[in-house]
């Protein structure tokens, strides 16, 4: 039973994210995992109205990541986990890219920067501890 009362289905997650409708790549077991990660982290008291949208951006960018993950397994390859950004640079013969995401990383994001969800994701929660708020 969710701890919180507004937590999606992942039905309604795919619905809200079509994105990620191809049940081959995006599992549901996956899905799932991480709206109950979403659950477990996230207070839908504390962030009120945007709540179901965070914890399906929280969910977006693990699914994200692991459907890349079982994707490039897949292809034979290992675990992609680029974030983005322009391309600067490509080889062929053993492939290699590299890519200037100097205007979309937030230095403070870390593991956030991996997928557009992520960073999105990590703007709003930071915005819960900004202003009259305190810390002890």
Do not use: C
Request: no cysteine.
């Amino acid at each position: 039973m969710p701890k919180n009362s507004r937590l999606p289905s992942s039905d309604q997650f795919r619905t809200d994210f079509p994105e990620f409708t191809n049940k081959t790549r995006y599992t549901d077991p996956s899905i799932n995992f991480y709206l109950g990660m979403a659950d477990t982290l996230l207070n839908q008291d504390r962030m009120g109205d945007q709540f179901v949208y965070l914890a399906e951006l929280f969910t977006a960018h693990y699914t994200e990541l692991r459907g890349r993950a079982l994707a490039v397994s897949a292809a034979g390859g290992g675990v992609n986990s680029a974030g983005g950004g322009v391309l600067t640079s490509k080889s062929v013969d053993k492939v290699s890219a590299g890519y200037d995401v100097s205007g979309i990383i937030n230095p403070d994001a870390g593991f956030w920067n991996n997928t557009a969800y992520g960073r999105e994701f990590y703007w709003w929660w930071s915005m819960y501890g900004a202003g009259g708020r305190q810390l002890l």
